[in-house]
């Protein structure tokens, strides 16, 4: 059922000569199916697909859109077992996680279903004329959101499916009208192309233009780079390393039309433990964190890389604490030996830094590709001035660093480049005394939780999924729940436009009975 | 009243050695004050109080803005004939163009003024916890719109008072609740200055922090160049030439963290006259068009610098009237010396090409700084293949293209550059027969006009003023209307967050009565 070719919209297609196969880190062992890389000419006919797909795809309707995204998610779930198994075989990752994984992006294209058949989303404003305005009269002007193009998406090591194939950009941007693109991650080709076969069925099933979405292997940088240059793509969606980030955004903006790039990158997610809350519940919030740092290995950008407090007992009992705890947990297979390696090596790296002591990590034997997870401590002044501190170990490595007042906890927080996420931990009516912190991790954050973990990031309309770079290339949208759609539409306006000429969306009679901006006033009403 | 100087914040300051005169084009003499060039201390000093500003500011409620941003509208009103005067003799514009200037930009700060006060425009949306569910139980999710820091805005060369000091990009940001330091033009300094002084007194009234606006002079482009520069910006509003435009979106890019960069840059504005409507109406459509390529000299972002018609009578009809009516149009002045040796470059460039033939122009002698308006024509298959006629010549100019035929006309708009805007002029019923030409403008632009004129741009919230690049550096946003204060903000989301300490928009109680999104429902119900 994997043949380890490309789809090139619904054409299977292996011209290349460059292969590689995925790896099971569990078994330390290569999984049998030979991918064949992308050639530059399949990547000229995926794009050129896709472009002449648009062409048609931007028309369509908000119910056969729906209709296409549904039934990708009825294709993924029909593939059963095939899937899990595949998408275990290639990420180590347990069971559980998989068929997880496959709920949230089952659900993710169902609410993205639900929201483009529903239609409003698409920000119709009408103002209408005024032909006896003085001095001159006004014309009629309406607005909608349309599709920008092409979208290429990249998928990431971390999740197969969620943020990959049919993941949260490829579900809004199909969502959106816009064609994709997608660049399967190497680490799971095989669950990329079985997601890609799914999608593949359901387009053919609703009729949907040939070309609305390819699938390229490649096992170097070479087809991603391809791709964002290439004129025809309109937009980019990343998840990853700031590197491979920045190294797209910087792409991007070479070109000779720039393209937008919204690349989810890195984040140590810093948590504030407030001092009443570690006088009353250092134990049982180590606890929490002990399981939050090694959830998924570690391995979830939302992971609390960067626990801060102020020197105290409390402190000192928590550090304690989440030490004890930390090495009681089983440790857990990483996704693949490359990303257990770059885990060790920044691991020891910021272990080695001066007055960086490590509190606890599994120092017994462990088998190829586990991770041994670690908590270390440090002072508040060594962290501000080593920068190295600041960058994220991805995987299962927490630093806790011992302020020495609130003064020195607020220019760190003040410091700390832009991140996914920030967490208070606080007693009842703590926080509210402690407003320049709040303030000033706000600033650097794009969600800001409340007694809780960062891990968990729930798709409703009011996550936000992305923060100050390098949080994400672009603070101004998000990577997870329905506004994510927005990262992929222009907003385009109608002058004077006859009715019947006008989408559905900006006639008079309102046939799609959506929410519209008439005259300033949110209405359903027709004109 | 004009003193020269630089507003850093309250405090007039001009440290610099750097000084110029602005000029009155209509008398050909300097006009008398003598500016100062900002320094990069006192640039540094501007940044650094909007940065302090901003965190008051951005806490400021709605209607203490809405106050602020009225206030401005009323000092600019109180400046009266000293900024008619000052406005005209540094642009050689009419008193009418200034007054209906003023009176836009006024109207833009009420618009903007009414949004925040009213409130909804932050886009909050709540998703209440479920503690219930499972196998997890989920968080309480609520999410707004947050100010993204300090904004620099660069006061553009044919708008003195709606697209600069005061304009819609300094109205915007100050809404959005972001912090603004205007690189102000220096051919309408003196202008700028008036306007600053406006603001300052409008700050100080209201009670705004020290810093929440700059004006800083420059006669170069090194000003501007350290201000997109500066860690502590984080926003760029810009309007003029794509090479100045695109100049500052690289160094945007290049910057640690990179910041987005709205520059309307140039465009040409291409204009579709159907057949039918050439056959009936060429003579009323080429006497609108003469009006229309000349209306402020030709000095609008959406004059109509392209023309296009399949070879017919009726386009000979029409280009012949076009070419009789423009020359019968008296020559106006032209902003600035600069700006008249430019246009008379650029047109004799575009005159000069191959195949080119001049229809009409002013071939008498003008006054100095007044334009020669010039009507030239080019077939399809010249005009397609070189693409020094797709350039915009800014000012009082217009290149009609014959094609051959409609295959030809859809080639040439598949192959234009991002246009602000596009139009179709058709008969009744006509333009239905011509989807393709229709859907491929579309694709070029970010307005389009049915039967009317390009220049003349409304503020209506269903306004798009942008379009794909290069028209601007992010199709994705508006320069124009209430929505453009997205440009200036991001989302941000609160976790688990007690109701006492959320900011008021996404209190349970919605004490300001805003329009929300919870539980995916549009509502003002409280929670």
Known sequence: MITGKNYIGNTLSAKGNTTYKTFNPKTNTANETVFTEATSEEIQEAVDLASEAFKIFRTISGTKKAAFLNTIADEILALDNTLVQTYMSETGLPEGRAKGERGRTIGQLRTFAKLVEEGSWVEARIDPAQPDRTPNPRVDLRKMSVPIGPIVVFGASNFPLAYSTAGGDTASALASGCPVVVKSHPMHAGTGELVASAIQKAAEKTGMPNGVFSNLNSSGIEVGQELVKHPKVKGVGFTGSIRGGRALLDLAAKRKEPIPVFAEMGSINPVVLLPKALETKAVSWAKTYASSITLGTGQFCTNPGLILGLKSDGLTNFIGTLAEEIVQ????????PNIHAVYSNNKAKAQSQKNVETKAT???????NYAQQTVATVDGKTFLENA???EEVFGPFSLVVQCENVAELETILAN???QLTGTIISEENEASNYNGVVKTLSDRVGRIIFNGVPTGVEVVPSMLHGGPYPASTDSRFTAVGRDSIKRWVRPFSYQDWPNELLPD?????NPLNILRLVNDQETKEAL
């Open 329 to 336: 947990i089983k440790p857990q297979c990483m996704l693949h």
């Open 505 to 509: 969306e900006l006639k008079n009679e």
């Open 416 to 418: 700390l480049e832009g």
């Open 388 to 390: 190295t501190l600041h």
């Open 362 to 368: 599994i120092d017994t034997a462990v088998a190829e």
